[in-house]
């Protein structure tokens, strides 16, 4: 015969055990949902990733200086990224024989180290090669790099360990650039840069770059307008055509025109 106390103790077990049930049930939907998440964060970052990009620009300009004798390049290349933040790439654009004797074109052959210390901070080191196929001066050139970069704005110092573009004894030669991009409008970017090259033993080749633009991506393609300038020395770097019919200060300020697509 069940006593009132047996009732009691009885109600009390079956609703007990009414609340583990429905705590288990909670703590295994719970997991479900985080495996989910990390899951589709894990498909949110592959183990390997390919990428592309193709442009045509009105000018080259490399550090402020035009690499075509101001007329247009086509330029692209392609990077390969492990999810462990290793990287290489490669990228090439035309190049003017006035600028490169016997040389048309410049291949660039980097790999590198990315890694985040904060969500929003990361770091980047690496080695780049520049490399002028068919040139008759010895302007290949190895640059290492270190790059920060916190939300919108980023520096980046690079330091050579070859001589500077066939220049003899400057090696150490260094650039540091600071930039910040900020989204203006939807898909629109505005950027700021400044740099200062140093080339070592030549201080007289030293100068301080500067460029402002303004892009958005429309989808088929990403349009850009740059202005772009350095305060150099115009006698040092202005060059003949490869007939010598006709020179140009490749350092002055202009508007360069681009259009991209990254795939």
């Given at each position: 015969?069940?006593?009132?106390?047996?009732?009691?103790?009885?109600?009390?077990?079956?609703?007990?055990?009414?609340?583990?049930?429905?705590?288990?049930?909670?703590?295994?939907?719970?997991?479900?949902?985080?495996?989910?998440?990390?899951?589709?964060?894990?498909?949110?970052?592959?183990?390997?990733?390919?990428?592309?990009?193709?442009?045509?620009?009105?000018?080259?300009?490399?550090?402020?200086?035009?690499?075509?004798?101001?007329?247009?390049?086509?330029?692209?290349?392609?990077?390969?990224?492990?999810?462990?933040?290793?990287?290489?790439?490669?990228?090439?654009?035309?190049?003017?024989?006035?600028?490169?004797?016997?040389?048309?074109?410049?291949?660039?052959?980097?790999?590198?180290?990315?890694?985040?210390?904060?969500?929003?901070?990361?770091?980047?080191?690496?080695?780049?090669?520049?490399?002028?196929?068919?040139?008759?001066?010895?302007?290949?050139?190895?640059?290492?790099?270190?790059?920060?970069?916190?939300?919108?704005?980023?520096?980046?110092?690079?330091?050579?360990?070859?001589?500077?573009?066939?220049?003899?004894?400057?090696?150490?030669?260094?650039?540091?650039?600071?930039?910040?991009?900020?989204?203006?409008?939807?898909?629109?970017?505005?950027?700021?840069?400044?740099?200062h090259q140093k080339v070592r033993r030549?201080?007289?080749?030293?100068?301080?770059?500067?460029?402002?633009?303004?892009?958005?991506?429309?989808?088929?393609?990403?349009?850009?307008?740059?202005?772009?300038?350095?305060?150099?020395?115009?006698?040092?770097?202005?060059?003949?055509?490869?007939?010598?019919?006709?020179?140009?200060?490749?350092?002055?300020?202009?508007?360069?025109?681009?259009?991209?697509?990254?795939?």
């Amino acid at each position: 015969m069940m006593t009132e106390d047996n009732q009691y103790l009885v109600s009390t077990f079956n609703f007990k055990g009414n609340i583990m049930k429905k705590l288990i049930l909670a703590a295994a939907v719970a997991g479900v949902f985080v495996g989910s998440v990390a899951h589709a964060q894990e498909a949110a970052t592959p183990e390997h990733s390919f990428t592309g990009n193709v442009s045509v620009v009105t000018d080259y300009r490399f550090r402020g200086i035009s690499q075509t004798f101001k007329q247009p390049a086509v330029q692209g290349g392609f990077d390969y990224a492990h999810s462990s933040g290793f990287y290489v790439g490669n990228w090439n654009s035309n190049v003017s024989d006035a600028v490169f004797p016997g040389g048309n074109v410049e291949m660039d052959l980097y790999g590198g180290y990315k890694f985040n210390i904060t969500p929003d901070f990361a770091m980047d080191v690496g080695m780049l090669r520049y490399y002028y196929p068919g040139t008759n001066t010895s302007a290949n050139t190895t640059e290492a790099y270190v790059a920060g970069s916190y939300k919108w704005f980023s520096a980046k110092y690079s330091h050579t360990v070859t001589d500077f573009f066939g220049l003899d004894d400057t090696k150490g030669s260094g650039y540091l650039d600071l930039n910040a991009n900020f989204e203006v409008a939807e898909k629109t970017t505005l950027g700021f840069h400044v740099g200062h090259q140093k080339v070592r033993r030549n201080g007289d080749l030293d100068y301080t770059d500067y460029k402002v633009s303004l892009s958005r991506d429309f989808g088929f393609a990403t349009i850009g307008l740059a202005v772009i300038g350095t305060d150099a020395d115009a006698s040092k770097y202005t060059y003949p055509n490869a007939a010598g019919t006709k020179s140009k200060d490749l350092s002055g300020t202009a508007a360069v025109l681009s259009i991209s697509k990254s795939f």
